[in-house]
């Protein structure tokens, strides 16, 4: 897994203009729309790994004394697999040949490499470059080998401010309630509520969205109906000619009054 997630990187890196680099899988979502989520990670002076000493079996049982002395057991993290990092970290990843190969020749199928590796690593060498946390929020709340997984019926409004401003956390120096910027796992019958949700809640895409569209429309027909208004205004003036100015202003008007009704309808019907 570890070996996937270095190519990932070391493919990522080709592009010189790439400065953050965020591992998600197919059941993640995001939380805030592109211009949140892009300005919290650039303007970070962190790194988000999770990175935590776990007594147990599933934490420092993993552990394996073939490791030392490279990582001793006082070192060893487990954390989140999905994590946010800049481009200091990636190529400090990519070009570790110190720690990797101990990972690659220890961590056999009952020590998962991908959440200990990257937060052990970390936790050694760049622990004052990091937060310590993840900025995906995933729920182990119900406890076994996999997180809650999210359904159609899961996905409402209140669930998803829950999941958006529902913790405080620090970020640069100062306390903050966006703590996460993406949440899994949300199967695909999700898909159509959290499409419906997402341009009000979190403005996604709000000029692709229908009640923008609609807005379009009847902000052109208002536009319409003025610019004739005032182009019939200052034309010919014959009773014929002004006949067929009142029957085109009233029609245009009510196509106006009709989008109108329509768009406020669908939006305080969401």
């Not at 570890?2 to 890196?13: G, H, S, Y």
């Not at 997984?149 to 401003?165: G, I, Q």
């Not at 949300?186 to 949700?197: I, N, Y």
């Not at 341009?199 to 692709?208: E, R």
Request: aromatic residues 22%.
């Amino acid at each position: 897994m570890i070996e996937a997630e270095r190519r990932l990187l070391a493919n990522a890196l080709l592009d010189f203009s790439n400065q953050r680099f965020v591992l998600l899988s197919e059941s993640c979502i995001p939380l805030f729309n592109f211009s949140t989520i892009y300005t919290y990670l650039m303007n970070s002076t962190k790194t988000f790994v999770e990175a935590y000493d776990l007594p147990g079996e599933v934490g420092r049982g993993r552990y394996r004394t073939q490791m030392r002395p490279q990582i001793r057991l006082s070192q060893w993290r487990k954390g989140s697999q999905w994590f946010q990092i800049d481009r200091f970290l990636a190529l400090q990843t990519v070009s570790d040949y110190h720690y990797f190969p101990v990972f690659l020749k220890y961590c056999n199928p009952n020590c998962y490499s991908d959440e200990h590796y990257l937060p052990t690593f970390v936790s050694i060498k760049f622990w004052k470059r990091n937060s310590n946390r993840t900025l995906t929020w995933v729920d182990w709340a119900k406890g076994g080998a996999h997180p809650s997984r999210y359904y159609r019926n899961d996905v409402n409004n209140e669930f998803l401010n829950k999941l958006r401003f529902g913790t405080s956390c620090d970020y640069n120096g100062h306390t903050t309630n966006i703590c996460h910027l993406f949440a899994r796992k949300f199967t695909t019958h999700a898909l159509d509520r959290l499409l419906r949700f997402a341009p009000k809640l979190m403005q996604f895409n709000w000029f692709l969205s229908p009640y923008s569209s609609f807005l379009f429309v009847h902000i052109h027909f208002c536009f319409l109906t003025y610019f004739l208004g005032w182009t019939y205004t200052y034309s010919h003036s014959s009773t014929q000619f002004r006949g067929t100015k009142n029957l085109t202003l009233s029609f245009l008007l009510f196509i106006n009054v009709i989008l109108y009704f329509f768009t406020y309808y669908w939006f305080f019907s969401q």
